[in-house]
């Protein structure tokens, strides 16, 4: 798949998670339902690796990193999702995660000294303007009625660790870990800290086995988190964290979309503007990205 393949099939699922998320809210706890989420994917992807006869054995070094990668990205970013779900409507958190490619330009320029290039810098920032022009009619509604603080602080706790995995998701990519196998790792290591976590507050590992539970648990784990996880890190991969990163600034708008469609979200002028806008700032942020590609290195491949 080419770049623009990968970025639209992460949009795409992405976009339409937000709405199945709040399928698994209620019954079982949300550490409960990441965990199962997160195993369910990590044991799919295990067997895809063994079918593929490809290599399951790392250095502790690159281990620690998966763990890390894992806890962050898999783990504690997605426990804290649910439970702003629970608080927020699915459209306002994604709208949250629009903030994901200045945060993640930041961590690489922190932590790796990256270069943020002024058009990468000012697409990003054209991104985050059009989404918050989408949802400034729904944010000012919420506002006015009193928005659940909770709700607000998980989602803002949930995108700086997703930015922090999607900085250590960088660096295991830089340092040749294939993407299959962290993924299958980072997955379980996931998996058990959402457990943990579930565990330590005192729930029980509860399944609702109803058609709306079960249908959305398998969507989550097969498009939401294998496809769609396979898609991005392949895309961090290829044109790095930053520009990956720009699928949070995008996802928004499909969830705008299905939104629109079930939630019964009504189209205004600010959205089409601010659609546009966002657009513009995708098409700054990703040129040239496949000629970029073609001059560099971006990790060694390792099975």
């Known amino acids: 798949m080419?770049?623009?393949?990968?970025?639209?099939?992460?949009?795409?699922?992405?976009?339409?998670?937000?709405?199945?998320?709040?399928?698994?809210?209620g019954v079982v706890a949300p550490e409960a339902s990441v965990a199962y989420r997160f195993l369910l994917a990590s044991l799919l992807l295990?067997?895809?690796?063994?079918?593929?006869?490809?290599?399951?054995?790392?250095?502790?070094?690159?281990?620690?990193?998966?763990?890390?990668?894992?806890?962050?990205?898999?783990?504690a970013s997605y426990v804290l999702v649910y439970f702003a779900e629970q608080h927020l409507a699915s459209g306002l958190v994604?709208?949250?995660?629009?903030?994901?490619?200045?945060?993640?330009m930041l961590g690489l320029r922190l932590f790796f000294r990256t270069p943020m290039t002024a058009r990468v810098a000012v697409g990003s920032l054209l991104g985050i303007l059009g989404i918050t022009l989408v949802f400034a009619p729904e944010v000012a509604k919420v506002g006015a009625a009193g928005p659940p603080m909770a709700g607000v602080v998980f989602t803002v706790l949930s995108v700086v660790l997703s930015s922090l995995g999607s900085v250590v998701a960088h660096r295991n990519n830089a340092s040749g870990i294939?993407?299959?196998?962290?993924?299958?790792f980072g997955m379980l290591y996931g998996?058990?800290?959402?457990?943990?976590?579930?565990?330590?507050?005192?729930?029980?590992?509860?399944?609702?086995?109803?058609?709306?539970?079960?249908?959305?648990?398998?969507?989550?784990a097969v498009f939401g988190s294998i496809l769609a996880f396979a898609c991005?890190?392949?895309l961090i991969a290829r044109i790095g964290a930053a520009r990956a990163s720009y699928v949070g600034v995008m996802v928004p708008v499909i969830a705008l979309a299905v939104?629109?469609?079930?939630?019964?979200?009504?189209?205004?002028?600010?959205?089409?503007?601010?659609?546009?806008?966002?657009?513009?700032?995708?098409?700054?942020?990703?040129?040239?990205?496949?000629?970029?590609?073609?001059?560099?290195?971006?990790?060694?491949?390792?099975s």
């Open 2 to 25: 080419g770049n623009l393949q990968l970025f639209v099939a992460c949009v795409a699922i992405w976009g339409s998670t937000w709405l199945v998320i709040k399928f698994q809210l």
């Open 46 to 75: 295990f067997a895809y690796c063994r079918a593929r006869g490809l290599r399951l054995r790392f250095s502790r070094r690159d281990q620690a990193w998966i763990v890390l990668q894992g806890l962050l990205m898999f783990g």
């Open 94 to 104: 994604a709208v949250g995660y629009s903030a994901s490619p200045l945060l993640g």
């Open 178 to 184: 294939p993407i299959w196998q962290n993924m299958a």
């Open 191 to 220: 998996s058990g800290f959402a457990a943990l976590l579930n565990v330590v507050a005192g729930n029980s590992f509860s399944f609702e086995a109803t058609h709306a539970y079960v249908l959305s648990l398998l969507y989550l």
């Open 232 to 234: 991005f890190l392949t």
């Open 259 to 302: 939104s629109a469609a079930f939630e019964d979200f009504h189209w205004q002028l600010l959205t089409w503007v601010g659609i546009a806008v966002a657009v513009t700032g995708n098409v700054l942020v990703l040129r040239n990205a496949a000629g970029r590609r073609s001059t560099s290195q971006p990790g060694r491949s390792r």
